[in-house]
C-alpha cells in the first residue's frame, strides 16, 4: 500500500509542517505546507488535517512553526510572551477534541521546565524534538490500540465504524482503524461497513480509502443505512473514536456516534472506542461538560459543490455528540482494555497510581 | 405561498401527464410533460415524481398516457392486451411503494368492469375520469390525515420528520407533513427538524422548500444528527410517511426511518407514522416480505454534483428500510388513528367489515 504520512516536520529548526490535504481526498493527494502558525490554525480549522490525535501532532508542530519567529531572540520575556500568544491561538482552532489542549499544555510544560537555565534558542530545539516525540509516541500509541483491540473482532465478522479513524487521524494506523488493521494482520476476514460521515464524508472520502488501499473489503453506506445494516444480521461490531472522553467514560465523538451507539445496544451488538490516553479528560466528572463545537451552516447545505437546500434555511450543525458510558462495551486505550466502563476502571488504566 | 401543484391532467383524452421536475428543486422550478408510459416510467424510476401516493396517482395517469396508442382502436382485445402490457411496464418502476400497485390495480379492475359492454374509446375516457378520481381522493384523504393527526401535536413542540411527505408527495398537502400543516393551521406552534435524508436529499432540497412556504419554523439537520437533537430534548414528537405498510403494522419508508424509531424509543418520544389506507398491503403478514428497491451506487458516491469516494468502492444503497409496529405509537390514516398498533386495529380500520 502507499505509505500515508499524515503530517511530518521538513527540515531543521526551520523548517515547516507538511500534511496531507485530507479535504481533497480521495480525488487528489495534495500535500500543503504550514510556515506560520495562522497557516497550521486553518489547517485545522477547516479540517485540512482532522482527527483527535493528529490535530494533537499538528498543535505541537504548529507551536514549533509560531515560535520561529522569536527563536533566535535573546529575551526569554519574548520567547515566553510569543509561546503564551501561539499556545492561546491554537487553542481557538477547534474546542471539542482534547488531544489539541493536551499537546498544547505539553508544550507549555515542557518549555517550562528550562525557563532561566536554556536560551530562548536552545528551548525552541527542546520544543521540536518534543513535537517529533508526541508524534513518535503517537506512532507506538496506535500500534498498541490496536493490539489490545484485535481480539474484540471475530474471525468472519461484520464491523461498523464512523468517521475516519485511521491513520490519516493520527500519526499513523489510526485509533478504531487500528483496531480492524490489527485484526485483519492477524489473518481475521474482516467485511467493513463504512458510515460515509455528514456533512464532511470523512468515512465515504477517507476510510474507504484508507482501508481499499490495504486491502480489506469495505463497503460505503449512508449514515441512515447503520440501524438497518444492524437489523440485517451484517454487523457483529461496531467501532469508532473519540475526541475527549470524560472522567465517567462518556465520549464525545464524530456526530452521529450517538445514534449508532443506541442502535448497536438495540440489537445487542457490542459498542467499542478506541482512543489513545490523551485523549481522555479527567478533568471533566461526565460527557455534560465537553464543550460541542458547532459549524458553518454552509456544510450542510453545500455539502459537495452545489447547493442542495433553499437560500436562509435554518441549519443545526453541531459537530459532535456525546454517547453515554453505558453504552460503551468497552474502552481500547495504550494501556489495554478498560471494561467494564466505570470511572474507576477509567482512573487505574488511564492515570495509574504510582507503585507503592 | 405558492401554489404547488405537484402533477396534474394537461388537456382532454389526448392530453398529457405535467409534472413538477423534483429532482430540479429548490434552486430550480421545471415541470415536465410525459406524453408516453416510458417518460411516466423513467419519471417515477428517477424520482422526478415521488413519494408513496404520488406514485400511485402517476402510474394511474400513466396508464392513460399509454393507453393513448390504442384508444381509437376497435379491437377490444387489443386494447385490453395493451393495457396489461402497459399496467405491467409501469410495475417495475419502483417495487416498495403498494401505492404503485394498489394504483394499476384499480385501473385494471376499472376497465376490467366495462370490458364488452364499452368501446375501447369510451372505457379509455372512463379510466382518465378514474385516474382524476383518485387524484382528487388524494386531496381529501391528505386533509383527513392532517386533521386526524393533527391532535397529536402539542403547540409548542419540536417535531422532527424524515424525507419529504408533503404536497409534493401526494396530490396536495402530504401525508405526515399534513398533520403538521394542520397542525400549525390550528394554531399551534411548531419547531420541525427535517433530516436531510440522504442519498438523496429529499428532506433538505423539499420539506425545508415546502415548510419554509408555509412559514413554519424548519431547521435542517443531517441524518446523523437526529438522535443528538432528540437527546438535547429538542423534540417532542418524530413523524413520518410510509411505502408499505404490513398487515401488523410493520411500516416500510425511506432508508433511515428504523434507525429514528430506534432513536426515538430510547428516549421515550412517540413515533408517528401517517399513511393512507393505499399504503396498507394487508396481503403481507409482516413487514419481512415487503421488498427493499435497491438503488444505484453513484447516489451516495456522487451524490452532490461530484465524487465524493474512492474509485470502485463497494456501496449498499437500499431505498427504504422497515420499522416494526412495535415501536410505532400510532398509524395516522384518513379514517382515524390507530393506536395500539395491532393486527385487529389496523383491519377494523382500513378494511372496516361492511355492515350486518
Redesign the interface.
Known sequence: MKNIETLHWVGKQDGCLRMIDQTRL??EFVEIECRDVEAVWEAVKMLRVRGAPAIGIAAAYGVCVGLQTVSNCQDEADFFGRLDEVTDYLATSRPTAVNLFWALERMKETAGQFRGKKSPAEIAAILLAEAKAIHQEDRRICRAMGRHGAKLLADGSGVLTHCNTGGLATADYGTALAVIFAAAESGKRLRV?A?????L?QG??LT??EL?QRGI?????????????M?EGRVQAVITGADRIAANGDAANK??T??LA??A??HDIPFYVAAPASTFDLSLADGGAIPIEQRDPAE??H????????D???????AF?VTPARLIHTLISEHGLIRPVTREKIAETIAPTPAA
Do not use: H, K
Not at 303 to 310: D, E, L, S, W, Y
Not at 312 to 318: D, F, I, K, L, S
Open positions: 480521495p480525488l461497513y458510515d460515509e460521515t455528514r456533512p464524508l465515504a472520502r474507504t480509502w481499499m473489503d469495505v463497503t460505503l453506506i449512508c449514515d441512515s443505512m447503520a440501524a438497518w445494516v437489523r456526530i452521529g450517538y445514534g443506541l442502535s445496544a438495540a450542510v447545505t455539502g459537495f459543490g452545489r447547493q442542495t437546500a433553499p436562509g434555511v435554518e441549519v443545526y450543525n453541531p455528540d
